[in-house]
């Protein structure tokens, strides 16, 4: 596939993940529609799926939050990485224009804006590699500040256990509040070392809601997790009620016999994703 060719591709990725919400998360926001029994998270239940029902019918972006653009690529040995980074951040650029995406991306101190939502380090995109494609999968993720500023990493004592851990997660998503404007659905990173930690919470977005993880002791973590964190009555946009997260999904890596770190990372409702195959 040619520069171009490639470019226009990314742009249409791009566009369908801010303006397209996947199935799996609409579907998810119904059944919570069901089951609510507080009046006023149903008003924004019923507004959260409005806004869902226009965004596709406007042709335009979710939310006025763009967010950061995350990129993960998975590929085998057929990738032309120069071509691809290329091609990402100049369709970031086009379809800020295009879009049109919010500019969101600053220099950290000055705080000026790039107005293209490219800068130094951004777009970021992650590699994997699997030896079996012959594409090149690029999956975007648009994440918004108000969820990504309530990210927490905790380096437990290990010790503290499973209970410990639980107690972590609850919290957080307690001390988040309406913040990241739920329901949520909750990443959380275990092991590893701490940047490993938040870069499998953030991974885990990347999971269909209603997905479980296949390991059976991470698969019940998952469910404590989720019933806690629905017992806490934050709810929609935290005016209260039965549904605080959608999902929990959790992701976890070995870590050293004296660590136990636990990150958070959560998606606000308008949880965007899509993937493509070049």
């Known amino acids: 596939m040619d520069a171009d060719r490639l470019t226009k591709a990314l742009i249409d990725l791009i566009a369908k993940a801010v303006i397209d919400l996947p199935d799996d998360v609409e579907e998810s926001i119904r059944k919570a529609r069901q089951h609510e029994s507080n009046k006023r998270a149903l008003v924004m239940l019923d507004s959260i799926l409005e806004n869902i029902k226009v965004a596709r ?53 000055s705080r000026v804006n790039t107005d293209d939502n490219t800068g130094y380090g951004i777009p970021r995109i992650y590699y994997e590699y699997d030896g079996g494609l012959d594409d090149v999968e690029v999956t975007v993720l648009p994440k918004g500040a108000g969820s990504e500023n309530t990210t927490s990493i905790g380096m437990l004592n ?33 092991g590893g070392t701490a940047e490993t930690a938040l870069y499998l919470a953030k991974k ?75």
């Open 158 to 190: 290990p010790g503290e256990g499973v209970d410990g851990l639980i107690k972590y997660v609850v919290d957080s998503v307690k001390c988040a509040g309406g913040k990241p404007c739920p329901p949520t659905i909750v990443g959380v990173g275990v």
């Open 204 to 278: 885990s977005l990347l999971r269909d809601v209603g997905s479980h993880h296949p390991v059976k002791q991470y698969r019940e973590l998952e469910s404590r997790l989720y019933g806690k964190i629905n017992e806490l009555g934050v709810g929609v946009m935290g005016v209260g009620g039965d549904t605080t997260c959608l999902g929990v999904h959790v992701e976890y890596a070995d870590c050293h016999t004296a660590s136990l770190p636990v990150a958070v990372n959560l998606q606000c409702w308008a949880a965007r994703k899509a993937t493509t195959r070049i």
């Open 57 to 109: 019918a406007d042709n335009a972006p979710l939310c006025q939050d763009t967010g950061v653009l995350v990129f993960y690529v998975k590929h085998g040995d057929n990738i032309n990485r120069s071509l691809l980074e290329e091609s990402i951040i100049e369709a970031v650029r086009r379809a800020t224009d295009e879009i049109p995406l919010r500019a969101n991306i600053v220099d950290p101190l």
